[in-house]
């Protein structure tokens, strides 16, 4: 009997094939009340099943077919884990090979690090509550017991009952709905196999509007026709993709926008992906987003990291491909474009762990580690390098492109690790096995910082950015540049602020002028906001911290929230005033970014 995961109880003894639910949502008590039906394959015989499980009150354990109770023990709590729980499965003397379905009856905790739970207020209607859960990394176990680890793959059903009028979603196939006094049970149905931190739950009032014939956006009545235009060219994405890596064996890609306190840009749930608020710009600038969680459908959900030490074969190719879709939408340079500044996000999160930090790492050792708390760009953007990096080598885009959809053939619906990602590399290159050999793969997988080689990229979009930059790095500017700067894309906007964050810190009369040039703190763009309150922050600019402070507290994105307190933290004139915001503001903001942030701040 092994353990599947460092960060997981589950064990090898028995496999997970699939998980029917039944839920009832309790507002008022912010729990919800379920009974998870287990369907698992004995691998060992005579061995417990081990699960994983935090804060879940377990009511009572059956094996399905004759209803008889089986034995259980949670184990003591771990403060990142959970608890294990165990059910003694000997009196059934099962066979190896043999199913078994198990029966578990239980309550959330009101505390569920997977589920946040929202009050009326704390929506766009002012009307009715609403909750969603984020399960990724390891918090479905708040949410079910279950083996919560992206090493299980199951496909699972799912019957939500809700109160009358709110909609109830999951990541998963709608396949019918039955009203009874005051509430409303939604059936739900996903075929495909999924790792437990792919099952979301989603319970507001939210309405649609379709986009294509297998496209569709929900959200609150007063932001939904808005996200409808901003996610307007999805079909779109979707089809490029499709022609990239193949059939989308999904049938449906629904969006979803969240109210602020969303924790990540985007999540990939199954058939519904998450999205933040902060994407909604006005003139779909950052939509490229959902390019990205796009590219999940096959990078991630079909072909999954095996433990979440191997999280960049998610996160590096998912990059990888969203750029691919980008530049065939868009053209190369954009695709090269987009990859500098996906590079300084790279520096900023090895400056914030350190150079020799292990969780900078591509591969790293995540024993007794919360995966949160490796969470950061490295996977996503040194992956990405390293692909980039292959590509060149083996023989430029059009090679790589043929091998990038062999990967998917080959390890679609399976969970693998970077050792058999390396090995199937080999196999398809095989006449090029002398290039393979000269990669420094330790370097690359397993050494620290940046990476061991600089990718060169394009820069023709970013020179533009990058002269009216150093007019400003060596100058106070001059307002007849407003027109140069509004005339920029988003993207270049960004690389604008991107090469001042690189150069030296600004004095404060060059910081009054940039913002009344250019009118900075008043930006609806939550990337070239985020930038701009980074540049003024290094500079401890006091008159920037309002607008810092509203905009930390008007979303919950860690993307943002995370590198700004700690910036206002470092302020001198402002470390009391970044401690003080969170407190207040801290009921706000998701489990898993409140956590983080608290980290950040010392509390």
């Known amino acids: 009997m092994v353990v599947l995961d460092p960060s997981s109880f589950a064990t090898s003894a028995h496999t997970c094939t699939h998980i029917a639910l039944r839920w009832a949502v309790d507002f008022a008590q912010k729990t919800i009340d379920g009974i998870a039906l287990l369907t698992l394959t004995v691998n060992e015989e005579s061995e417990p099943l081990v699960l994983d499980t935090r804060s879940l009150r377990i009511q009572a354990v059956h094996e399905k077919s004759d209803g ?4 259980f023990e949670l184990g003591p709590a771990h403060p990142a884990f959970g608890s294990s729980l165990t059910i003694d499965l ?15 009856r239980y309550t959330t905790s009101p ?9 009326a207020d704390q929506t766009a209607s002012k009307q009715h509550p609403y909750l969603f859960t984020q399960c990724q990394a390891i918090h479905a176990r708040s949410l079910l017991p279950c083996q919560d680890t992206p090493a299980v793959k199951a496909p699972y059903s799912a019957s939500v009952t809700v109160p009358e009028p709110l909609v109830a979603l999951m990541s998963a196939k709608s396949i019918g709905e039955t009203a009874s006094s005051g509430s409303i049970a ?63 064996v999904w049938e449906r890609y629904d969006l979803l926008v969240l109210p602020p306190s969303f924790p990540y840009g985007g999540m990939e749930n199954p058939m519904l992906t998450f999205v933040t608020p902060t994407l909604l710009a006005g003139d779909r600038s950052l939509a490229s987003v959902v390019a990205h969680e796009i590219a999940h459908s096959w990078t991630g959900n079909l072909v999954t990291n095996r433990t979440w030490e191997h999280f ?22 954009e695709r090269q474009f987009d990859a500098l500044d996906g590079l300084k996000a790279l520096r900023d999160s090895v400056d914030s762990y350190g150079a ?104 023709t979009l970013a020179q533009a950015a990058h002269k009216l930059a150093d007019s400003w790095s060596t100058s106070s500017g001059a307002p ?16 604008f602020f991107n090469k001042l964050l690189a150069g030296p810190v600004l004095p404060h009369t060059t910081l009054a002028s940039l913002d009344q040039t250019y009118s900075l703190s008043k930006s609806t763009n939550c990337e070239e906001a985020f930038r701009w309150f980074q540049l003024s922050l290094r500079s401890d600019w006091p008159p920037v911290f309002p607008a810092v402070v509203e905009f930390v507290t008007r979303q919950g994105r860690m993307k943002y929230v995370r590198p700004l307190y700690r910036a206002l933290h470092k302020c001198a004139s402002a470390g009391r005033l970044a401690v003080e915001t969170f407190l207040k503001h801290r009921a706000q903001y998701h489990n898993i970014a409140s956590t983080m942030i608290a980290k950040d701040l010392g509390l």
């Open 68 to 71: 008889q109770p089986l034995p």
């Open 356 to 459: 020799d930090h292990p969780f900078t790492h591509l591969v790293p050792n995540l024993k007794d580690a919360d995966p949160d708390d490796a969470f950061s760009t490295v996977p996503y953007e040194k992956g990405f390098n390293f692909l980039f990096y292959l590509e060149q080598q083996l023989g430029g885009l059009a090679v790589f492109k043929g091998y990038l959809r062999a990967h998917v053939e080959r390890f679609a619906y399976a969970s693998i690790t970077t050792p058999q990602w390396r090995e199937f590399l080999y196999e398809y290159f095989q006449d090029k096995r002398a290039v393979l050999d000269a990669v420094d793969w330790a370097a690359w997988l397993n050494g620290p910082g940046m990476p061991p080689v600089a990718n060169k990229f394009d820069d």
């Open 312 to 333: 960049w074969l998610n996160e590096g190719f998912t990059v990888y491909v969203e750029r691919l879709i980008l530049g065939s939408m868009q053209g190369e340079q």
């Open 111 to 119: 505390d569920a690090s997977a589920v946040q739970w929202l009050s």
């Open 480 to 495: 007849e540049t407003a027109s140069v700067f509004m005339g920029f894309t988003s993207g270049q906007k960004q690389e």
């Open 90 to 104: 000997s009196k059934l003397a099962l066979a190896k090979g043999a199913s078994i379905s198990v029966a578990i």
């Open 186 to 248: 939604y059936d739900f149905k996903q075929p495909v196999g999924v790792p437990a931190y792919l099952i979301a739950l989603v319970v507001g009032p939210i309405v649609s509007r379709d986009i294509s014939p297998r496209v569709r956006v929900w959200a609150e009545e007063s932001v939904v026709d808005k996200a409808h235009y901003e996610f307007g060219e999805t079909e779109t994405m979707l089809s490029t993709a499709e022609s990239l890596l193949g059939p989308y």
